[in-house]
């Protein structure tokens, strides 16, 4: 495994894909919790259970103190927490929990775009954008869609056409990359706001550790 849990690391946050790590840098940046964090990239929430295995076995592993695991609620919010639920108490030997109820276990799980809704986190950020915006791209998709075209992922999709306008003066494929280089998301949405304070809060963020 190339990722190693260094020496000072207190906190570690686990996200399925390289998008997921870019939100999350420019969600948390400038706090004082990211001289302790390291954020994991599984490339694939198929890794979860090989990557916590590694992962406990990494000979820093006990320093962590806390370590949240975030994953899309996709199509059975349910079941997609419960996958999750069951890697960890099989693999690291932890009962882990829904920070949006219980930010005290050493083990957190965090769904996009929330605990009871499906989705991923393209929602959460389509949440963000301005409802005319929203409401146009929906309209575009309707059409595309009326002409025979299958979209599977739409959330994706509808994502691609805002930031594609949005920073039109580049393009950007990826999304990560348009994160890092595009200030094309409100990270001072009210919905953003307070899944970064959920997310302090279950580090217990401290400014001297």
Do not use: W
Not at 27 to 41: A, V
Not at 62 to 73: A, E, F, M, P
Not at 112 to 135: A, H, T, V, Y
């Amino acid at each position: 495994m190339s990722f190693k849990i260094e020496e000072d690391t207190r906190y570690l946050l686990i996200v399925e894909g390289i998008d997921d790590k870019a939100f999350f840098q420019k969600l948390l940046e400038n706090r004082d919790i990211c001289r302790y964090l390291q954020i994991l990239n599984l490339n694939g929430i198929d890794n979860l259970r090989r990557e916590l295995g590694m992962t406990k076995n990494d000979p820093n592993y006990s320093n962590v103190r806390k370590i949240l695991i975030v994953r899309d609620s996709d199509n059975n919010p349910d079941t997609s927490f419960q996958s999750v639920k069951d890697a960890v108490r099989e693999i690291l030997n932890e009962n882990a929990n829904d920070i949006f109820y219980n930010c005290n276990s050493r083990v957190g799980i965090l769904m996009l775009p929330d605990s009871e809704s499906e989705g991923s986190l393209e929602d959460l950020i389509l949440d963000s954008c301005n409802e005319n915006i929203r409401n146009i791209i929906e309209n575009f998709i309707d059409q595309i869609e009326k002409e025979g075209l299958v979209i599977y992922k739409k959330s994706k999709y509808k994502v691609h056409c805002y930031f594609g306008a949005k920073c039109s003066h580049k393009l950007y494929i990826k999304l990560s990359n348009a994160i890092q280089n595009c200030d094309f998301i409100d990270f001072s949405h009210r919905e953003i706001l307070a899944l970064r304070e959920r997310v302090l809060n279950f580090f217990q963020e401290e400014t001297d550790v």
